[in-house]
């Protein structure tokens, strides 16, 4: 099984600033990676496939980037709705599997 | 705009089945993969298995043998048995289009397995 490891934890920025998240596959899934949204009570909401391949009606601030085992989402204005945890997920080997979650919070 | 509506019981004795069901409204079940995926609370996204309007499926090997995804496309339904629940399977179900990508969720609905 693949281990994806999101870095950091938490991270802790003012609105209007960029945020960078970090997704680590534990071996190559080339550009199998997708990121999710999830705010608090809310289903998770697909934003990036293909590791840059932004969902349908994902605004232009979003974007992806990276191939093999490291991958990068990055917000580049936050917005007060942009405030949620983001999980990424690999979908190059079976069973599917997603990092533990970078929580964007407001600093 | 299609839609995913989870539905089921909300309590399961440990040692039972949980069962649920995921309605699709707006749009075809055919032609699409349907998945379910769960989340521990506070804990994060675990996928346990798709099928295919057609009735292939796939499981996480995890939970494989105590796993099983029907259709029915009739119904515009696809549901989910899990086998031998203990306290671990409480979680967030969801179902969501799609698989090996989840494009469109539910809302899911939590299940928690207590005697």
């Known amino acids: 099984e693949i281990v994806m490891t999101q870095s950091p934890a938490t991270l802790s920025v003012s609105p209007g600033e960029r945020a960078t998240l970090s997704c680590r596959a534990s071996q190559s899934v080339s550009i199998n990676l997708a990121w999710y949204q999830q705010k608090p009570g809310q289903a998770p909401r697909l934003l990036i496939h293909?590791?840059?391949i932004r969902a349908t009606g994902i605004p232009a601030a979003f974007s992806g980037s990276g191939s093999g085992t490291e991958f990068t989402l990055t917000i580049s204005s936050l917005q007060s709705e942009d405030f949620a945890v983001y999980y990424c997920q690999q979908y190059n080997n079976w069973p599917l599997t997603f990092g533990q979650g970078t929580k964007v919070e407001i600093k | 705009q299609v839609q995913l509506q989870a539905s089921g019981p909300g309590l399961v004795k440990p040692s039972e089945t949980l069962s649920l069901t995921c309605t699709i409204s707006g749009d075809s079940i055919t032609g699409y993969y349907w998945s379910w995926i769960r989340q521990p609370p506070g804990k994060g996204l675990e996928s346990i298995g798709y099928?295919?309007?057609?009735?292939?499926?796939g499981y996480n090997p995890s939970l494989q043998s105590r796993v099983t995804i029907s259709v029915d496309t009739s119904k515009s339904q696809f549901s989910l048995k899990l086998h031998s629940v203990s306290a671990a399977d409480t979680a967030v179900y969801y179902c969501a289009r799609g698989s090996p990508v989840f494009d469109t969720w539910g809302q899911g609905t939590l299940v928690t397995v207590s005697s």
């Open positions: 099928i295919h309007y057609s009735g292939s499926t």
């Open positions: 293909g590791a840059s």
